[in-house]
């Protein structure tokens, strides 16, 4: 719910309103619905409205409740200049991208000319050659104010990306920074022998992993974990990377620094009990992630699902898991968080279960 206040209010940032760090849990990503969506449009008309930024990432607003924003946009008592709506599904390495059903169709010839929008950001929003065209029409109708327009981790296509293009490099338009589909970086992570517990065997060109009950015959090594029964991969990670895995119940798969603990059955060992790991989890005590013991539970509705997805953005200090059901991804968890060095994949299991690389 939206409140006034007599305080002018520049920034809307809700995790500001609880310092606490099960507050910022709640409040994360927040959920947003069409129903806060339109509450949300109605506060941009209020009379001398002195909201100028709004960030809506994470959050899958759907066609209904973008339009439903711009209906707030094209008041005259708008006066929003910075709008940011990333939503960060890394389609690029799936074969999902026409199948999930979230699309963008923000027009800016909708916004009324006193809204002085400069700034749009829309990286990953799914927004294709089609909706490159709707965009570049809408800047043409509507020249005066963008200055910024973020397309990176979208698919305009070779004619949508010219278009743009044409824009910025024209002195009628103000465009000054535009940024066009940026690639992520390749991921293809494969397990390191060295690491891997007696009791995990490793297959299929190192990128399964499955729990035996006859030890390996593997070679002492000071990375190997003795105890905890888990394996890291060989590549460390940082900036945009993303992976998928084929795993069978129970399991636990996340991210760690090199650095974590090898030996002996202690929590600096353990994947989501130390500050150096953060995971996702599927035990007989439900489904969750975990980071430094903090668990947060997950619906187990969420998990009815043999594949999942793990998207790192280190630079941007967020580290996301998905589901992977009937050809689209399902946002389970984001972790914010800093962090300091290189991750690695890394998978625990038990009785019977395994884990693929895909």
């Known amino acids: 719910m939206l409140q006034a206040s007599k305080k002018d209010l520049e920034v809307l940032d809700l995790k500001s309103y609880n310092t606490s760090e099960e507050g910022r849990r709640r409040l994360a990503d927040c959920k947003v619905t069409e129903e806060w969506v339109e509450h949300l449009a109605f506060g941009l008309t209020f009379p001398f409205s002195p909201l100028r930024h709004l960030d809506l990432s994470n959050n899958d607003l759907k066609d209904s409740g973008v339009e439903l924003l711009c209906k707030g946009l094209s008041s005259q008592c708008c006066r929003l200049k910075t709008l940011r709506y990333m939503f960060k599904i890394p389609c690029h390495f799936t074969n999902r991208w026409t199948t999930h059903q979230t699309s963008c169709k923000l027009q800016l010839n909708s916004v009324h000319r006193k809204c002085s929008l400069d700034s749009l950001r829309l990286s990953g929003c799914l927004v294709t050659e089609k909706g490159c065209g709707f965009l570049a029409t809408s800047i043409k109708a509507n020249p005066s104010h963008l200055k910024e327009l973020d397309l990176s981790y979208n698919h305009p296509g070779g004619v949508g990306e010219k278009k743009l293009s044409e824009l910025k490099d024209d002195p009628k338009y103000n465009l000054s920074q ?33 729990w035996v009950e006859e030890e390996q015959p593997y070679p002492d090594h000071t990375e190997r974990f003795d105890c905890c029964q888990q394996v890291l991969c060989k590549q460390g990670l940082k900036g945009r990377c993303y992976f998928e895995l084929e795993v069978s119940e129970p399991f636990c798969v996340g991210l760690t620094y090199r650095n974590i603990g090898r030996k002996g059955d202690v929590d600096d060992c353990k994947l989501g009990h130390n500050d150096k790991s953060w995971c996702l989890i599927c035990s007989d005590d439900g489904f969750f992630v975990q980071h430094n013991k903090e668990k947060v539970c997950v619906s187990s509705q969420c998990l009815r699902s043999s594949r999942v997805g793990v998207y790192l953005d280190s630079e941007d200090k967020i580290l996301s898991f998905y589901r992977i059901s009937s ?8 972790f914010k968080s800093t ?16 884990a693929l690389f895909c």
């Open 178 to 210: 535009l940024n066009v589909f940026l690639p992520p970086d390749a991921c293809e992570p494969s397990l390191n022998s060295s690491t891997a517990h007696k009791n995990l065997l490793l297959s299929e060109g190192n990128r399964k992993v499955t």
């Open 327 to 334: 050809g689209s991804l399902v946002h389970l968890h984001t």
């Open 339 to 354: 962090f300091t060095d290189v991750l690695y994949p890394a998978v625990a299991l038990h009785t019977h279960s395994s």
